[in-house]
Structures are given as C-alpha cells and as structure tokens.
C-alpha cells in the first residue's frame, strides 16, 4: 500500500539502511560542517522517489545529496539562531503521522514490520525528522518575513513574463450564501450538557484522567486523537469564548464550566501557560440535528428563495438579515476563498456541496436549499447559493488575476532571498564531496576552491 504524504527526506530518515544492518561500514558522499552525508541516505531517498514517481528534475545522485546538503546548512543556522520549535506541535505530527501508518497499515505490529523498528524508536525517528521539518522552515520563514510586493511590482513582474509561460488560470466562480441553523431541542442542548458535566465530575474526583475522555468521547477529532490538547495558542487563534474560558483558568487540575462556541459545548483544561500563548484540553460535544430540524429549516429556507424570486427581497438583503454565516454575512453574502484571500473559487476549493449545485447553474441562478456540513465546525447546516459570475479558464491577466500573479511575484522574490542567503551560507561552512560524487551540474558551487584539497 502506498504512502504518498510520506516525503522521500522523512523515510530516509527513519528507514534503517540495510548496509547498517549488515554490519558494513557505511560510505560517506558529502561532509557539511562536520556532518556527513552517507550513500545510504542517498539511496533511501532515491528508491522511495522512485516507489512515489516523484519526479528528479536531474541526476539524482546529484540533486539529492545537494538537496540533502542545502537543508543541513539551514539546520545550522537554526542552532546558531537558537530556533525554538514547539515541543507539543511536533508531538501532534508524530502522532498524527503514526496513526496514518496504522489506519494504512492495518495494526501497530505492521507498521514496525514495514519500518524494521518498534514504536518507541519509529516515533523517536519521526521527532527528530519533523523537528529538523520545522527548524528549516522557520529559519526560512524569517528570512523572507518581509516580502510583500506592491502593485509596482506586480506590474514590473506580470510584463517581464513572456506570454507564452504565464499560468493557466482554470475556471473560477463567485458566489454569495446563506445559510441556516437548524434549531436544536433544548432537551438535546441539556443532554449533552449533563454529559460534559458528568465528565469534569470524574476529573475533577481523580476518577479518570481528562485526556482518556477526550480520546473516548469528544467530537474534536483533530485533538481528540492527542487526548484533546490544541498545543500553545495564542488568544487570536482560539474562538473568543473558549480563549477567554481557556485564559481564566489557573488550576490544570481543575475543569471549567462548560463553554458554548460556534463549534459546540466544551469543557478545557489547562496544561500550561507562557506568555500569551496557552496550551489546552478539551472535550467537544456537539447536540444532533434531528431530521425534523433539518426538515423545518429547508422549509424556511425555501419560503426565502422564493421572496428572492419574485422580486420582494434581494439575496443581499436576506443574506445580511438572517444569514447565520459570520464570514460572508456582512459582505452581502459574497463567499470569501480563505486560499487566496479573493471571492474567487476553482471548484475543487468550494465546499463539496457548494460546488456540486453550482456546477449546474448559470450566473444569476439561486440554487434551491439543501444541507451542508460547515467546513469549519462539521455542523449541519441548510443552505442556498446564488452564482455571480463564472470566470472560464484563461491565460492569467493582470486585471482579472492579480492576487495569482502577486503571489508569483513573492514567490519569485522570496525563491531569490533563500537562493543568495545560500550562496552565502556556503562561504562560512567547510564542504567536501567524495571524487566520485562531484561530476555534477550542481544549482550551487559547491566545489569552490580550497573545500575539495
């Protein structure tokens, strides 16, 4: 079975190479610093680029090990930076990478088999590899943090482009919505209440442990699987009624009332505070939508589009009046695409239900309700759509796509910092590559004089 999210870097690394295994004394290619690159490493990476088809724009044993040494000079500068990652951000990957080896897999004992390596040694490995991830990432991150370009150079950048290599923009669509929450029995609301109260009972007893709740019994199931810790957050990022329940707890042995969000109910505990930044628990229920529920709130709905239709209401002003979605209700109902900050959508980034209806309409059609699972909460939702324009793919414009081509342009300028910044980099680290490595049209000069004596 194939496990295509596993990067070649990541397998490499944990994969134990087989000279190793067999006892043989393993071939250095590169040295970086004082670290060297093995050929091992070299061909773990090439056989799982090979096993992905990914592709290697080159030889591979030159791409490779150049990559292999472009990432050991970042991971330098993140110990000279003293780069801090967190601990409880790297723990959540590994664990959500094992559970997809499991469910890929079918059992713990498989997932050792195919690694040659048990549990506690596979989950060591993937700290390591997804911390050196994040290191890299954050030394680059600060190195083009300022990028922003302006129209200026947009422009400068749209006309320095040969036509024939601009992108091909597929089809996109603007659409406004509303939607609509079913209303929810109070003696559903209550139940799930007396749950999560029965629950902060037993911790707060010593009965049980909050984290094996969360694994049991929350709907959360982004945290559930780490015994519902979120990791450090700041405020910003927290929904403003759990950050202001989150922030006011002081006792991580103590549970907090219960707190009502967009989400659902919780209940959170604290495991640590630093600054601005707090790290939680919690358990998320959400009350069930009954059929009648639905049924009562497509009904509504229904009456909506129809005073839409003959001309009572426009679909701005009930979008604004009994829109329950907080993203685009105070924009007439216009979508927004979180992806690249613009009303513009490629189907595959609208929400599947969304997308179905309007690939069937015409600009100026409404659609008829229908239920639609919340992209952000999972919560059932009724809703109509009304498409505003339809924009066939084309040749990208500086007019009609400028957010893509803005794009382009900080990538492009941010691509050239990371460049020079290596160019640089190379100067203050000693490099030596094995003779039989370095016949290679490398990206970067690596055999500069004086590292290869």
Known sequence: MKLRFITALMLASIMLPMMAQ???AEEVAWVIGDEPIFKSDIEEQYQQALYERAAINGNPYCVIPEQMAVDKLFLDQARIDTVEVQQSSISAEVES????????????????????MPMPRLREKLNEV????????????????????????????????????????PMQVETQIITINPVIPQQEIDEVKSRLRDYAQQVNSGEREFSTLA???????????????????????????????????????????????????????????RGDRINTRHILLRPKVSDKDLTDALTRLDSVRKEI??????????????????????????????????????????????GKKVSTMQPGDISEPFVLINPKTRREQVAMVKLVKRIDGHKADLAEDYMILKEM???VAKEKIIHDWVVQKQKSVYVYIEEGWRNCEFKYDWLKKGNQE
């Open 409 to 411: 342009c900080e990538a």
């Open 130 to 169: 997804i911390s050196d991830q994040y290191s890299i990432q954050q030394v680059q991150s600060n190195l083009t943090k300022n990028v922003k370009a302006t129209p200026a150079d947009v422009r400068k950048f749209y006309n320095s482009i040969s036509k024939d290599s601009l992108p091909y923009i």
């Open 215 to 273: 694994i049991l019994y929350s709907q959360d199931q982004a945290t559930a699987v780490y015994g519902g810790e979120t990791g450090f957050q700041s405020r910003s990022v927290l929904l403003p009624e759990y950050a202001t329940a989150a922030f006011n707890l002081n006792d991580p042995k103590r549970v907090s009332n219960i707190v009502e969000t967009d989400d659902g109910f919780h209940i959170i505990q604290l495991i640590e505070k």
């Open 22 to 24: 067999n006892n043989i």
């Open 97 to 116: 990478r094992i559970n997809y080896f499991i469910a890929n897999l079918g059992s713990k004992e498989k997932v050792e088999e195919y690694f040659r």
């Open 309 to 354: 239709l003959e001309g009572k209401r426009t679909f701005d002003e009930m979008a604004l009046y009994i829109s329950q979605d907080k993203d685009s209700r105070n924009n007439n109902g216009n979508m927004l695409n979180e992806k690249n900050h613009s009303s513009r959508f490629e189907m595959a980034d609208l929400p599947a239900e969304v």
